[in-house]
Each structure stands twice: as structure tokens, then as C-alpha cells.
């Protein structure tokens, strides 16, 4: 152990002293350095308590405690540039917000607001009056309320109306999500219970009316958006559900998970169960995501019969689900961009109803800033995802650009990991960003990062 490497170790009040530190704590605050300057000097004491150094300056602890400090000053929340083709992508984030929507989430949240004051009576007001009757303008709902995402929505709803009773849900639609969330779980937490019924693949009316006893209190259908079943099937249709419901006299109810407000059969993709397909079959209560193919803040929206959204209303965990005015703010500007029809201002609808040539254009575009530097690409057709647990089976043509001469793996790190983050995908021994979901504003942010790698 090098005894002299100890004796070169700087005191910590020697080095808050000196003028690049204490113009530093004016910007970043006394603690932010301090922290930074004690973990430089105890990096470099551990390397010599390890000799793994030879030598040491005072310029080298205070580099080293520069980088700390930089680093750790940074947010750890942070824009990404999504070249991976996949348009919801619950790692980044989900559906992206349009200008409208962060011009309003700036207006609001600069000051104060009504967010439960009303300014017609000067009293108290709902939070949910703010957007309950576009809500239900948009869709023909009686009523609605949020809370903050769909499973949160289940959850609320079964245990308002089907704490300590029975549910009964088909067999084949028993799905989990993301994080290992499954409907099995939600319906325990909320202390119902679940009677499964049918099979896998096939499930017939009678299935559901063999087991209905006084103590059934829904008939739950759950919209399998993440995966599907293809082959020897057959699936209970709504109204049938409904009519058996309406028979009996249990509430009906469909969680169709990423709700959808547009017909995509329109623009040539598969049909997609709308939230007006599931209200119209005469469904009690429809519950859906507002972050997914709807495009907006991740929320739970609950829509159906009044009287029963009154209730879910009064129950006391719609309290600790209940929404923030930043949710509501942007949601608002959502559904009225709906209202208006005006589908080219909501991002995620926007990137997949558009046509492949505004793709092949946007690569055509970045490729000619590329051409400008000594960075070779090329055009490539690929395949984009919708993504977000929504609609597996639809594929999207798309176009992505290539880097033959760069490695692959080299590079997916470095752009992922730089002050700049872009996450592409490795294909074919290739790095590839998808243009599908890529935005002509951050075109020069691509390849000014690149550059750097290159340089």
C-alpha cells in the first residue's frame, strides 16, 4: 500500500474552496457538490487501499468529482428518441403527448387552478366534471369517472360491485399484462370471486348461464388485446352477454383494455373492438386505458350505466386512484381533438393511420442530413409494431435507416447511453432506427450523436 498516494489525497474543505467549486454551488447547490467531491476522493481511496494506482493529482480528484457531479445532476427521467418502430412503447413511455397537450399541461400548471373550484358558484367542485360530459358527448356513455390507469379501473369496479360475490369470466379470457399484472390477481385483490368458465378456446352461452346463482354479481368480458387464439374457437359475443345479464338481473361489464375510439378497419387494418362497438351491445360498464390507442395521459376510464358510475363515485378507493390535474388537463385537450375528429393532432393516430410514404419521406429526409457528413446509411424496408399490448396482429410497413459500416453492437450502446438517448434495434447484424416513430424536430439530434461516435 503507497502510503505517499494517502498523503496526496486533497482535504474535502481545501477543494470547496476553490473558485471552479464554489461558482459550481451556486449552480448546483452546496450538497450536490459536497456529495460529488467526498465520493471522487473516496473512489480514489479505495484504488489505493486496492493498488490499482500508481500515481495521483490533485487535478485528477477534481476531474473525477466534476463527472460525479455533472452526472448526478442530470434527471434520471428523461426525453428518449424512439427508433424503434414501435409506436406505444411501454418502456418509453407510451403514447406521446401533441403540442396542444403540453401547451395546456404549461398553461395550467403555471399557476393555480379550478381543478375541484367552481367558478360559476364559487364553491367546491369535482374534479371529474371537467371532462365527464365530453366523455360522454364522445361516446353516448350516461356517465363516467377516471382513476389512474385500467387496472386500477377493474379493481374499483369489482370491488364496488362484487366484493365477497361471484364473477364469472371465460376461461380463454384470463389474460395478464405487462408486469405480471393478471386478471386473476386483480379480481382476489378485490375480494371477489372468479368462477371460469368454458374452455381455452371455445366458451358458449351456456357456459355462463350454468353457473349463475344468487350470489353471481357480474358477468365480466375481458377483451384479449395483447394475444389471440386462432383455430377451433368460439367466444361468447357481447350481446349474448348482455341478454343473459339483463335475464338475470347481473351487472355486465367489459374491460377492453386499450379502448379505442376509431374504426381501423377505415384505413385497411384489422378490425379493432371500439368503445362504441362494446356500449352499444348494451354493456353496464366499460372500462378502458386512456395512454394506449387512445393516445393520451396514462389513466383508467370508466363509462356505462349512470346510476352505476354514481356509486363507484362514493366508494372510498376511488380516492386513492383518483387523478392529478396534469392527467386531466391533457386528457381534455385529448377528447376534444376527438370531438373534432381531428386525428392528425394525436400522435400515436397520427403514426399509425399514415401513409407509407410520409415514412419513406422522413427517411429520404434524414438520410440527406446524414449525406452531409461522412456517416454511410441506407434505406431499408422494415416492420413496425403498434405496440402497448394493443392489437398484435397488425404489422406496419415502414422504412428504417441502416449503418453498414458501423458495429452494431457498439453503437446501440453508445446512442442509448449518451446525453441524448436514442434506442434503435440490432436486425440482420445492423443498426436500424424505424422512421415510423421517429419526428422530423429531433432529426438533427440524430445525427449530431452520431457524429460524435464517429468522430
Do not use: W
Not at 319 to 348: G, H, Q, W
Request: aromatic share 6%; net charge neutral.
Amino acid at each position: 500500500m503507497n502510503q505517499e498516494l494517502f498523503r496526496k489525497l486533497p482535504k474535502v474543505d481545501k477543494l470547496l474552496k476553490l473558485p471552479l467549486f464554489t461558482n459550481l454551488i451556486e449552480k448546483k447547490g452546496y450538497n450536490s457538490v459536497y456529495e460529488g467531491i467526498t465520493l471522487s476522493i473516496d473512489s480514489f481511496r479505495n484504488s489505493i487501499m486496492n493498488n490499482s494506482i500508481e500515481s495521483l493529482s490533485e487535478n485528477d480528484v477534481i476531474e473525477k468529482a466534476m463527472s460525479i457531479i455533472q452526472k448526478k445532476s442530470k434527471n434520471n427521467l428523461k426525453k428518449v428518441i424512439n427508433g424503434t418502430g414501435t409506436i406505444i412503447h411501454t418502456n418509453l413511455g407510451r403514447s406521446v403527448f401533441s403540442k396542444k397537450m403540453i401547451e395546456n399541461l404549461s398553461h395550467v400548471l403555471s399557476g393555480y387552478n379550478n381543478l375541484e373550484y367552481n367558478l360559476e358558484t364559487g364553491e367546491r367542485g369535482s374534479r371529474y366534471s371537467h371532462i365527464e360530459n365530453l366523455i360522454c358527448e364522445i361516446t353516448g356513455a350516461e356517465g363516467a369517472v377516471l382513476v389512474n390507469n385500467n387496472a386500477a379501473a377493474v379493481l374499483l369496479c369489482l370491488d364496488e360491485f362484487s366484493k365477497n360475490k361471484e364473477v364469472v369470466v371465460s376461461r380463454g379470457e384470463l389474460v395478464e399484462i405487462g408486469g405480471s399484472f393478471r386478471i386473476p390477481d386483480i379480481m382476489r385483490a378485490s375480494g371477489s370471486k372468479l368462477v371460469e368458465v368454458g374452455t381455452t378456446n371455445r366458451t358458449h352461452t351456456y357456459d355462463y348461464e350454468n353457473v349463475i346463482n344468487e350470489n353471481t354479481s357480474m358477468l365480466l368480458k375481458v377483451h384479449t388485446s395483447n394475444y389471440k387464439i386462432i383455430g377451433f374457437t368460439e367466444e361468447i359475443k357481447r350481446e349474448e352477454i348482455v341478454a343473459l345479464g339483463q335475464k338475470y338481473n347481473i351487472i355486465t361489464m367489459e374491460d377492453l383494455g386499450s379502448g379505442v375510439l376509431v374504426d381501423f378497419s377505415k384505413y385497411k387494418m384489422k378490425k379493432e373492438p371500439t368503445i362504441f362497438d362494446s356500449l352499444n351491445s348494451g354493456m353496464d360498464i366499460v372500462t378502458f386505458s386512456g395512454d394506449k390507442l387512445l393516445g393520451g395521459p396514462q389513466c383508467g376510464i370508466i363509462i356505462g350505466k349512470k346510476e352505476l358510475i354514481q356509486r363507484l363515485k362514493r366508494n372510498q378507493l376511488l380516492r386513492a386512484f383518483r387523478v392529478c390535474k396534469m392527467t386531466l388537463s391533457a386528457l381534455e385537450v385529448l377528447l376534444r381533438e376527438y370531438k373534432n375528429e381531428n386525428y392528425e393532432d394525436i400522435p400515436t393516430l397520427s403514426m399509425i393511420i399514415e401513409p407509407i410514404d410520409n415514412v419513406l419521406l422522413r427517411a429520404q429526409q434524414l438520410q440527406n442530413k446524414f449525406s452531409k457528413t461522412n456517416i454511410v446509411t441506407e434505406i431499408l424496408q422494415s416492420k413496425a409494431m403498434i405496440g402497448g399490448g394493443s392489437m398484435p396482429e397488425e404489422v406496419m410497413d415502414s422504412f428504417a435507416l441502416s449503418f453498414p459500416e458501423i458495429n452494431p453492437i457498439e453503437i446501440e450502446k453508445y446512442l442509448r447511453t449518451c446525453s441524448n438517448p436514442i434506442v434503435g434495434r440490432v436486425q440482420n447484424n445492423r443498426f436500424m432506427l424505424d422512421l415510423k416513430t421517429i419526428f422530423p424536430e429531433d432529426f438533427d439530434t440524430v445525427v449530431e450523436t452520431m457524429k460524435k461516435f464517429n468522430q
